[in-house]
């Protein structure tokens, strides 16, 4: 009667066990699938959808937005050598970011335009530099959201693009509080996990 009892139980203890494991399993590939399985850049964000709220400096004259040209130019190099987990390049184009950066000349600006210049021009030249000092992967995707969203208002504001640019999203970057980052390519390459989840975001705004 004893070894029925024991027989039983061990029984019910290890279905319970398996039952419990095979839950797990199924809710984390059921989690990586639906990450692996978002818009890979074939769903557009609603027409007029606005992520950034910046002001309106496209009137602005002088050579101020080809300089801020140059700083979205190196930082698309910069993203791209993310995506590609290539610490060494993107460590170099960051530095090009940098030196972008303190090639603006913001002088002819006036009042509100000029401190907006100033004060998102600080957050490129911060976060770039501490790209630049580093070397580690996970150092660097680190500053990307501030530098990805101080490098969009710059360019949306002052209306310096030339080019289709999409701001793009990924819900699972920053330990899943998420993140964005700018790209000129609708599809989606995700430039905080590179190969690990290449297809893993969604547009969320779009400059043209």
């Known amino acids: 009667m ?20 095979k839950k797990e399993t199924t809710a984390e590939t059921e989690n990586h699938e639906h990450h692996e399985g978002m818009a890979h850049g074939d769903n557009m964000p609603a027409e007029g959808k606005v992520v950034v709220e910046t002001p309106d400096y496209t009137s602005v ?49 006036q009042g509100e335009q000029k401190a907006f210049a100033e004060e998102r021009l600080g957050e490129v030249k911060q976060t770039a530099s501490k790209m630049a000092a580093s070397t580690d992967l996970a150092a660097q995707r680190a500053q990307l959201e501030l530098l990805s969203e101080a490098t969009f208002a710059l360019t949306k504001a002052f209306g310096t693009s030339d080019q289709t640019l999409y701001y793009q ?17 609708e599809e989606i390459r995700n430039p905080y996990f590179g190969e690990q989840m290449l297809k893993c975001g969604s547009t969320e705004e779009i400059i043209i």
């Open 2 to 21: 004893k070894r029925t009892l024991v027989a039983a139980a061990l029984a019910a203890f290890m279905f319970t066990s398996c039952s419990e494991s």
């Open 169 to 185: 999203y990924c819900p699972m970057a920053n330990n899943d509080q998420g993140a964005y980052w700018l790209s000129s390519n």
């Open 61 to 109: 004259a002088g050579p101020v937005k080809e300089q801020i040209a140059a700083i979205v130019d190196s930082y698309l190099n910069l993203k791209d050598n993310l995506v590609a987990s290539d610490a060494a390049k993107a460590q170099a184009d960051a530095k090009a970011v940098v030196a972008a950066a303190e090639k603006v000349d913001v002088s002819a600006l």
